[in-house]
């Protein structure tokens, strides 16, 4: 007998015992479909993250004080001499860092802000004027600062749109308004556009100032020497794949002013996006591995349970079997007829479960509207290959039991 | 009833040819001699019955003939072929071109139509599909099941079961059916049915038959008897008026001894 025939004896056993293959398949589809929407998802969300950092900007790099294994924590004293304004402005020489464009400056910090009516706890940030092009923050009314509030270290205020809810409930346009951070007195004169929450923080939340004005009224940050320290330092590289030319030249500059013997660690971290975006991929990555771990333990849990019905099938169809060797039927036909039984239920149900998957897939697209998943095509090429192995993994077992039993015995 | 079989067994030489066959089994730790040395032949065209109480050797013998078990040794020649050294994949073979089985309990696949039952011998011979289909139809024809076909076994009184297994047995045109007790489960009137149906096969179309039976009656409707007593034939009896199923009365107390003799 040749396998179309097999196969034909097969599925006419399967659809002869409709609901116990329908349980049977379960196990498979579930975790096809965990599979399949957990791998679609960790794409998405990869996808997702890309677009937020392509969002703060492209070949920008990040310049912080103290190193990640010397920094204590967000907030806290960062060792060694710190960044300063003229850290940065040397940054901007030709000379010593010609694959620099431009660079921008943020002190941030925290304190209490009041509008008069309404009363926040919030992050303030000092930045330069030019920050809001390197940052890509675009203005959803009034202006930003210029050089002129820079230079005059004025007192003026741009909020996020998170801010103006707090602060204004009823006023949705505050421009112009009073408002105080400490016993500052500033003046509202622009909102920034909703930028959602990124990777690290939310961006809508902050109320931004000059930086000189932070450094001088807000958050007086003088250095020994007399200047001014800084929180971060976002320096823009001529191009994006010059980024890593720009880092190196960013830390030779900084560790000459900063006076590291050569062989000695710096004192700061230069990190490009590329950087984040590759470690952020690498969670990811490790993440998805889990998640599909899981996902592939509920599919061998779905094998062994095709394993559990074939074996109960093989005992409960023994005298099916030995007529079906008395009326000729050889050991192999027997074997092949139980294989492809547990081999269509586990692709049967793997399909089923990619159909799940795919629902899954668009309910998390509905939830979520951040993240734009797409049915992972790889996922479903694992996943069912997957399905069809375990399928044939766990059904040679019953099905060798199958062939083997002896017909005198099956028949009595 | 038309002819069924186009080859009419009219081989030189007996179907069947079995000499000194023994086979002993272990049953735990007890060896048990089943059969002891079993010689006899049958003739193409032949319809005879296997009698003997249980323990008789019956069951091990069928077994032995239907190629479902292999001899301890003796010769076992199935059309001038020797059997009795064949490997399981060549035995399965055998059963499936030469031999048709009847059994007790019909065994039909449940939830299986009796069209498909018939088909599945013919199935594991490699018959094609159209001609599978024709040949179950043509065969349910013949024991009058024509307007069952499509029937699941679970629809269909035991009488008609057994026919549809009758028909599963005719359909690779065997060299013999055995039919292992076929009317044990059936009432009389159903049985006398099957021997009917058994007979014709026999009378008209040349098909030789071997069916094991407890009955006198039933055996009565055969041509020959072979009586098997601790392994071994204790007697082979010629049936010189073989009852015409349907046409005799069962008689209230039968002595098959006075009849034969």
Redesign the interface.
């Known amino acids: 007998?040749?396998l179309m025939?097999s196969a034909?004896?097969a599925l006419?056993a399967l659809s002869?015992?409709k609901l116990r293959s329908a349980l049977t398949m379960l196990g498979i589809i579930i975790g096809v479909g965990a599979v399949v929407t957990l791998m679609s998802a960790g794409n998405a969300v990869r996808g997702f993250i890309t677009d937020q950092f392509q969002s703060i900007g492209s070949n920008l790099l990040f310049v912080a004080p103290g190193t990640f294994e010397t920094q204590r924590g967000p907030g806290s004293a960062p060792s060694g001499k710190g960044l300063t304004n003229g850290d940065a402005n040397a940054l901007l020489d030709p000379f010593l860092a010609p694959d620099v464009a431009a660079v921008t400056l943020e002190l941030t910090g925290s304190d209490v802000v009041d509008s008069g009516g309404e009363e926040a706890f919030l992050s303030i940030s000092g930045v330069s004027p030019n920050y809001s092009e390197l940052r890509n923050a675009g203005l959803s009314a009034g202006r930003f600062f210029n050089i002129g509030d820079q230079v005059a270290e004025s007192r003026v205020a741009v909020i996020g749109p998170i801010v103006v809810d707090e602060l204004f409930p009823e006023n949705a346009l505050p421009i112009d308004e009073q408002i105080r951070i400490g016993d500052v007195p500033f003046r509202v004169i622009g909102i920034l556009e909703s930028r959602g929450g990124s990777a690290f923080a939310n961006e809508d939340n902050v109320v931004y100032i000059p930086l000189s004005t932070a450094q001088t009224r807000v958050f007086p940050s003088r250095g020994s020497r007399g200047d001014f320290h800084i929180s971060v330092i976002y320096a823009q590289a001529v191009s994006e794949d010059r980024t890593s030319e720009a880092a190196e030249q960013i830390e030779n500059v900084l560790r000459q002013r900063h006076e590291i013997m050569p062989g000695d660690d710096d004192d700061f971290t230069v990190i490009s996006q590329a950087e984040i975006l590759a470690s952020a991929g690498d969670v990811l990555g490790v993440i998805t591995i889990f998640l599909g771990a899981i996902a592939a333990i509920s599919l061998l849990v779905g094998g062994i349970g095709i394993m559990n019905i074939m074996l109960v099938s093989v005992t409960e169809r023994t005298?099916?079997i030995?007529?079906?060797?008395?009326?000729?039927?050889?050991?192999?036909?027997i074997r092949n007829q139980f294989l492809i039984e547990s081999v269509v239920l586990a692709v049967v149900g793997g399909a089923i479960g990619v159909v799940l998957g795919l629902l899954g897939t668009l309910g998390i697209g509905l939830l979520a509207s951040d993240l734009n998943p797409t049915l992972s095509l790889q996922a479903v090429a694992l996943a069912t290959g997957f399905s069809a192995l375990v399928g044939l993994f766990f059904g040679i077992y019953p099905a060798t039991r199958a062939a083997a039993l002896n017909?005198?015995d099956a028949?009595r | 009833m038309e002819a069924y079989s186009s080859v009419v067994a009219s081989s030189n030489g007996p179907v069947i040819a079995v000499k000194d066959l023994t086979r002993t089994y272990l049953l735990g730790e007890v060896e048990v001699r089943a059969l002891r040395g079993v010689s006899f032949e049958i003739e193409a065209g032949g319809l005879l019955a296997v009698m003997g109480p249980s323990g008789s050797g019956k069951s091990t013998l069928m077994?032995l003939l239907?190629c479902?078990?292999k001899p301890d040794s003796g010769s076992y020649l199935l059309e001038s072929e020797e059997v009795g050294r064949l490997n399981?994949?060549q035995l399965?073979?055998i059963?499936?071109?030469k031999l048709g089985?009847v059994?007790q309990t019909f065994?039909l696949?449940?939830?299986?139509t009796a069209l498909?039952n018939c088909e599945?011998?013919m199935?594991?011979?490699?018959v094609p599909n159209g001609e599978r289909r024709e040949r179950a139809e043509r065969a349910l024809e013949l024991v009058g099941l024509a307007d069952r076909m499509k029937h699941h076994p679970n629809e269909l009184s035991g009488g008609q079961q057994q026919r549809v297994a009758i028909a599963?047995a005719l359909v690779?045109d065997p060299a013999i059916i055995f039919a292992d007790e076929p009317t044990g489960n059936l009432d009389s009137k159903s049985g006398i049915e099957v021997i009917e149906i058994l007979q014709g096969l026999n009378r008209n179309d040349g098909i030789t038959v071997l069916l094991v039976t407890h009955d006198p009656f039933i055996a009565r409707h055969t041509d020959r008897v072979l009586r098997l007593q601790d392994g071994r034939i204790v007697a082979d009896e010629a049936i010189h008026h073989a009852l015409i199923a349907g046409e005799a009365e069962r008689p209230s107390n039968l002595d098959l001894e006075e009849e034969i003799a």
Request: glycine share 10%; no cysteine; hydrophobic share 35%.
């Open positions: 007998m040749g025939a034909q004896v006419r002869s015992n005298r099916e030995g007529l079906r060797k008395a009326v000729g039927a050889r050991r192999q036909d017909p005198i028949l | 077994n239907g479902l078990d399981d994949d399965a073979r059963r499936s071109r089985f059994f065994n696949l449940a939830r299986t498909a599945l011998p199935l594991y011979a490699g599963r690779n």
